[in-house]
């Protein structure tokens, strides 16, 4: 499982021109899930990300978790974060996970995030055509992938 976490000063998800999911201070995270992952890829990326400390202390220093300043998070699926580009330019998505198996892990990853946070959550639709809009605070952009654990 991967996140591509930006630290966000606002962020929005738009389906057929209405508003689904919108967050102010906090993270926009986009989800990526591959054959391989389980309920405890998604119980140590939930850990990580609440407990990740990329928001200033009063002495400008990112030493403030998402927990610490309240903040939002939106978390969007994004099939496309195990894209693999070995051969030629088009893209191959092998590695990423179907609906069926990765639906429920998507979902079991947002309620986890919503019971361990304890803060708003939105979220885009699993698999909808969306159309992202955010402003990057920062620049702060993170990856993380449970089977790499660095």
Do not use: C, H
Request: without cysteine.
């Amino acid at each position: 499982m991967r996140l591509i976490i930006q630290r966000v000063s606002k962020a929005s998800v738009i389906i057929n021109s209405k508003i689904v999911g919108e967050v102010q201070q906090g993270f926009l995270v986009l989800i990526g899930i591959e054959n391989a992952d389980g309920t405890d890829d998604a119980n140590w990326l939930v850990q990580k990300l609440i407990g990740l400390r990329v928001f200033s202390d009063d002495e400008g220093k990112m030493n403030l978790s998402i927990k610490d300043v309240f903040g939002n998070i939106l978390v969007v699926s994004q099939f496309t974060l195990f894209a693999s580009t070995v051969k030629g330019n088009r893209p191959s998505f092998i590695k990423s996970a179907k609906p069926d198996f990765a639906i429920p892990l998507y979902e079991y990853f947002v309620s986890k995030l919503k019971a361990e946070s304890g803060l708003d959550i939105q979220t885009g639709v699993f698999g909808a055509d969306m159309q992202i809009n955010l402003v990057n605070d920062g620049p702060v952009t993170i990856l993380i992938d449970s089977k790499i654990r660095e």
